[in-house]
């Protein structure tokens, strides 16, 4: 089981800058670790992923503008988000991704954390 807690949320003004945090309550070492985000209406997307290995994957929308990165040591997860648009208004979760004995991925969810960008 792991718990996750997301911080660093807020408002701030079109072009600005935020950084998120997600601790986890165990080791992320061999977890995929990833941020989503879900605007009122619409369904939860993807916005960035870092595998175990250190993979990046990004959300087009976010891409040259996010950088997610980890922290394996201190079981910590990180978006640093710049040049930040008002469509970037959403909340955003982190998610763990664990692959399971009996095979698939067991996905684990944080409470969410407000971003609102003003224009």
């Known amino acids: 089981q792991v718990q996750l807690v997301e911080s660093g949320g807020g408002l701030v003004q079109a072009g600005g800058s935020l950084k998120l945090s997600c601790a986890a309550s165990g080791s992320i070492l061999s977890t995929d670790m990833g941020w989503y985000r879900q605007s009122p209406g619409n369904q939860r997307d993807l916005v960035a992923i870092i595998r175990s290995g250190g993979l990046t994957t990004y959300a087009d929308s976010v891409k040259g503008r996010f950088t997610i990165s980890r922290d394996n040591a201190k079981n910590m997860v990180y978006l640093q988000m710049n040049s930040l648009k008002p469509e970037d208004t959403a909340v955003y979760y982190c998610?763990?991704?664990?692959?399971?004995?009996?095979?698939?991925?067991?996905?684990?969810w944080g409470q969410g954390t407000q971003v609102t960008i003003s224009s």
């Open positions: 998610n763990a991704r664990r692959l399971r004995l009996e095979g698939g991925f067991k996905y684990y």
